[in-house]
């Protein structure tokens, strides 16, 4: 009988209450990937605790309560009484002293509005604030042309310096391999101690920055890894920008001045690029004419110089005790080779035929 007179009112206010979240779920962007679960878990707690507003509540409560059968209760209920009095007494004088003074309550409200206004512009913005996993990831990297031999001696060197760090419990260094197959870079992955042992990660980087900038030939990037990561690839920054454009020296100019105006901005540090422009390349310009002619498609001259350079995994051989992984390369003496481009040749479309690459296609350095 109790339950009758609120449930309407609990209805509501649930229903109310869930239908501000339920667009949170259907938010797009970075915003909606960082809210999703929030609002899902909030319209998941708002149902079950409406439900169980009008449902369980009310048959425990027919359960533990018994009519009283004293006038008095204890001196805590009298306490507590007396408490929530003097609140409502004092609630109700500070309500009637501002009925009184609406001039000033008025001019209060549209000092705060400024106040909020000016704090807003002068406090610091970030949207994902720098946070401290207890780790740090350096990225380093030496000229184009840098030897294995070469790049193990500089990444001794970083290693060394970064294991002294009274800050670092333990350390990773590895030279090359994984996704980046080059012999110029590498990665340090630090653990750092526990949190009241040490500075905080950010300081830990600002330390170890200026010591590791004395290694002649290698440059080193460190970054703290976010709490959430937002991006599909890794880098050597905490913050990323991607240039695209379908013109090679268009995007090479514009990712340059880019880069080198971020450089002369006041708060950016080791700002990089991952378009080596140093790193020797052939362009390859395709003869549609004489493709077409052939028979050759664009998709089969890009199959065939993805399977000499791109080093994939086509399939995998089974042991009983591993498993290994079958790259399609070509042999190192042929990938170094511009000349070797003659002796690749391309599927025409009936399967059967080879056409050579330098048939259908013109290079330049």
């Known amino acids: 009988v109790g339950s009758k007179e609120f449930g309407f009112t609990i209805l509501s206010m649930t229903i109310s209450m869930a239908a501000v979240f339920i667009p949170v ?67 109700e004088r500070s309500l009637q002293w501002r009925m009184q003074h609406r001039t000033f309550i008025a001019i209060a409200f549209f000092a705060t509005l400024a106040a909020t206004a000016g704090l807003f512009m002068v406090s610091r913005v970030d949207f994902l604030p720098s946070t401290d996993s207890g780790q740090i990831i350096g990225s380093t990297e030496a000229s184009t042309r840098t030897s294995f031999d070469k790049m193990v001696t500089y990444q001794k060197q970083a290693a060394a310096i970064v294991g002294n760090n009274p800050n670092v419990e333990s350390l990773m260094s590895s030279v ?33 920055r200026p010591k590791l900038s ?33 013109d090679q020296k268009t995007l090479q100019d514009s990712a340059t001045k880019l880069m080198n105006e971020l450089s002369q901005k006041p ?11 140093s790193t020797p390349a052939i ?7 004489r493709a077409a002619a052939l028979n050759v498609t664009p998709a089969a001259i890009e199959t065939a110089l993805g399977a000499a350079y791109g080093s994939a995994q086509i399939s ?17 003496q042929y990938r170094d080779d511009p000349s070797a ?4 040749y391309v599927t025409a479309s009936d399967g059967t035929t080879l056409v050579p690459l330098t048939a259908v296609s013109r290079s330049s350095f």
């Open 176 to 208: 090359s391999g994984g996704l980046d197959t080059k012999t110029n870079v590498g990665r340090l992955f630090m653990k750092l101690k526990p949190y009241g042992e040490r500075k905080g990660a950010d300081e830990i980087i600002q330390e170890l």
């Open 25 to 91: 779920l259907f938010m797009g962007g970075i915003v909606g990937r960082l809210l999703h679960e929030f609002a899902v878990t909030i319209v998941i707690a708002i149902v079950v605790s409406g439900v169980v507003s009008v449902t369980l509540t009310p048959m425990l409560l027919s359960r533990i309560l018994k009519p009283g059968k004293e006038t008095h209760h204890g001196k805590f209920y009298e306490w507590a009484d007396q408490s929530f009095d003097r609140l409502q007494s004092g609630y």
């Open 316 to 332: 995998q051989i089974y042991t009983d005790i591993d498993t290994y992984q079958v790259i399609l390369e070509l042999m190192p």
């Open 267 to 277: 708060g950016f540090e080791d700002v990089t690029s991952d378009l080596d422009l």
């Open 214 to 246: 004395h290694i002649p030939g290698l440059n080193v990037y460190m970054t703290n890894p976010p709490a959430i990561r937002i991006g599909g690839t890794t880098s050597k920054s905490s913050y990323q920008y991607t240039l695209q454009d379908l």
């Open 283 to 289: 362009n390859i310009q395709i003869d549609r004419d």
């Open 341 to 344: 481009l003659s002796k690749l």
